[in-house]
């Protein structure tokens, strides 16, 4: 069975990768090293299909190390220990140059064993991972390597590799194939910034095409020797590839920047990237978690200057539980616009922070006396009573009473915000109290 068209096109060489300009481009430090032969350790961090692998086995090539390749979902400490061993054999006199992809899956007491590994020098490390190895990667194997980024992608970058891909399809199985203007571009946009994927569409663009001898398009090429054409169209191009583009990972680190992407441009009264963001959570099919952060930006963000958007959201996310997907996101997309241009505060939540600040700081104190749930004094009590004051019994409903234990007596923690709702509140209990 053939492998796929991926890897079959996997570049051999620097100048037949696409991207990473910032670490591949004339200069930079990255291709420095790719074309020095001394390696240090190093971790490559960033999307699938973004060349992470295909550089590392560029690398490889061109040193004198025993290669040796290692998947971090499969692989175990007896693996490692076996890449050691390779070290002292004729082939790995060099050293073991050691490519782990996925090194995440690791546990820490494999990283350990690695570390160990890569202390002696015997073994030169190049890892791979999806994720944040800040987050994923042992410390003590971040400080003895250097972590470059790889970026998504764009579609221009990824466009000559559709066309080499239906290039090398059409030479491989003797094939002509026509390709109606605007296909090509919609599998570079359609891959969502992975070049892997953008090619594995072309060859199912080519798999699925149908085949006549009579060009449609134009510019067409002659037919080949059977009289035979594919015909790759841009309506298949668009049918192969739907949904392809959507990167999400519920347990990754893209799940994570989602989400805070979608508070986040709620919280800065932007509608348009809020129902991005909503978007890309509902097509994935995460309806809890754009509820869930939905409800926390009604409550934190907007809060007080709007109050009444609590039972809105409230009441959008109950409808959208009752519905489900896909009309789910009738209701989201309301509250979500309503979240993104409602007036904000975050006087209550920075409150509550200043408040839990202070109890975690262990400044408490006992309740006062008047606000104590008992009604009897004990025979120590040299001022007998309760002495709690009713404020429904004074005028405006308020008396001025200590409510604070002793030690915080005069703190403060709620200032109010500066929209409507708050500015009314405050000149209402300022009368009220007398303070103006």
């Given at each position: 069975?053939?492998?796929?068209?991926?890897?079959?096109?996997?570049?051999?060489?620097?100048?037949?990768?696409?991207?990473?300009?910032?670490?591949?481009?004339?200069?930079?430090?990255?291709?420095?090293?790719?074309?020095?032969?001394?390696?240090?350790?190093?971790?490559?961090?960033?999307?699938?299909?973004?060349?992470?692998?295909?550089?590392?086995?560029?690398?490889?090539?061109?040193?004198?190390?025993?290669?040796?390749?290692?998947?971090?979902?499969?692989?175990?400490?007896?693996?490692?220990?076996?890449?050691?061993?390779?070290?002292?054999?004729?082939?790995?006199?060099?050293?073991?140059?050691?490519?782990?992809?996925?090194?995440?899956?690791?546990?820490?007491?494999?990283?350990?064993?690695?570390?160990?590994?890569?202390?002696?020098?015997?073994?030169?490390?190049?890892?791979?991972?999806?994720?944040?190895?800040?987050?994923?990667?042992?410390?003590?194997?971040?400080?003895?390597?250097?972590?470059?980024?790889?970026?998504?992608?764009?579609?221009?970058?990824?466009?000559?590799?559709?066309?080499?891909?239906?290039?090398?399809?059409?030479?491989?199985?003797?094939?002509?194939?026509?390709?109606?203007?605007?296909?090509?571009?919609?599998?570079?946009?359609?891959?969502?910034?992975?070049?892997?994927?953008?090619?594995?569409?072309?060859?199912?663009?080519?798999?699925?095409?149908?085949?006549?001898?009579?060009?449609?398009?134009?510019?067409?090429?002659?037919?080949?020797?059977?009289?035979?054409i594919r015909y790759v169209t841009l309506e298949l191009a668009k049918e192969l590839t739907q949904r392809s583009a959507l990167r999400y990972d519920k347990?990754?680190?893209?799940?994570?920047?989602?989400?805070?992407?979608?508070?986040?441009?709620?919280?800065?009264?932007?509608?348009?990237?809020?129902?991005?963001?909503?978007?890309?959570?509902?097509?994935?099919?995460?309806?809890?978690?754009?509820?869930?952060?939905?409800?926390?930006?009604?409550?934190?963000?907007?809060?007080?200057?709007?109050?009444?958007?609590?039972?809105?959201?409230?009441?959008?996310?109950?409808?959208?539980?009752?519905?489900?997907?896909?009309?789910?996101?009738?209701?989201?997309?309301?509250?979500?616009?309503?979240?993104?241009?409602?007036?904000?505060?975050?006087?209550?939540?920075?409150?509550?922070?200043?408040?839990?600040?202070?109890?975690?700081?262990?400044?408490?104190?006992?309740?006062?006396?008047?606000?104590?749930?008992?009604?009897?004094?004990?025979?120590?009590?040299?001022?007998p009573g309760q002495n709690y004051l009713y404020a429904h019994d004074y005028p405006g409903h308020w008396v001025r009473q200590q409510y604070l234990p002793?030690?915080?007596?005069?703190?403060?923690?709620?200032?109010?915000?500066?929209?409507?709702?708050?500015?009314?509140?405050?000149?209402?209990?300022?009368?009220?109290?007398?303070?103006?």
């Open positions: 069975m053939p492998a796929p068209l991926a890897e079959r096109l996997r570049p051999q060489s620097l100048g037949d990768m696409v991207g990473q300009p910032h670490l591949l481009g004339p200069g930079k430090a990255l291709r420095r090293i790719a074309q020095s032969g001394e390696l240090p350790n190093l971790i490559f961090y960033g999307p699938s299909g973004v060349g992470k692998t295909t550089l590392a086995r560029i690398i490889a090539k061109q040193t004198d190390r025993l290669f040796t390749s290692l998947n971090g979902t499969t692989a175990g400490t007896a693996d490692i220990k076996q890449a050691i061993a390779g070290s002292g054999t004729i082939m790995g006199q060099n050293g073991v140059l050691l490519y782990l992809d996925e090194i995440q899956y690791f546990n820490k007491k494999q990283q350990q064993t690695l570390l160990e590994c890569i202390e002696s020098g015997a073994v030169t490390l190049i890892a791979s991972t999806t994720e944040n190895p800040y987050f994923y990667v042992y410390n003590a194997i971040l400080s003895r390597s250097t972590v470059f980024e790889f970026k998504p992608l764009t579609p221009e970058q990824i466009i000559p590799a559709v066309e080499r891909a239906f290039r090398f399809l059409r030479e491989e199985k003797g094939e002509e194939i026509e390709i109606e203007p605007g296909a090509c571009e919609w599998i570079a946009q359609a891959c969502g910034g992975d070049v892997r994927k953008a090619i594995n569409a072309a060859e199912l663009c080519f798999l699925s095409a149908t085949c006549d001898g009579a060009p449609r398009f134009a510019d067409a090429p002659d037919a080949s020797q059977n009289g035979q347990e990754g680190d893209e799940h994570y920047d989602i989400v805070s992407a979608f508070q986040k441009s709620m919280r800065g009264s932007d509608p348009d990237a809020a129902l991005h963001y909503l978007a890309r959570l509902l097509e994935a099919g995460d309806l809890p978690s754009a509820m869930r952060r939905l409800m926390v930006c009604a409550c934190e963000d907007v809060g007080l200057a709007y109050p009444q958007i609590i039972p809105i959201v409230k009441a959008a996310c109950d409808a959208a539980q009752m519905v489900g997907l896909p009309e789910a996101r009738i209701p989201l997309a309301d509250a979500v616009v309503l979240a993104a241009t409602a007036p904000k505060s975050n006087a209550a939540f920075l409150g509550y922070e200043a408040a839990a600040a202070d109890i975690r700081a262990g400044k408490s104190g006992p309740v006062p006396r008047q606000l104590q749930n008992k009604h009897y004094d004990g025979a120590d009590n040299n001022a002793d030690v915080l007596a005069d703190a403060v923690y709620y200032t109010f915000g500066d929209n409507r709702n708050e500015q009314a509140a405050r000149a209402y209990w300022e009368k009220i109290k007398g303070e103006k």
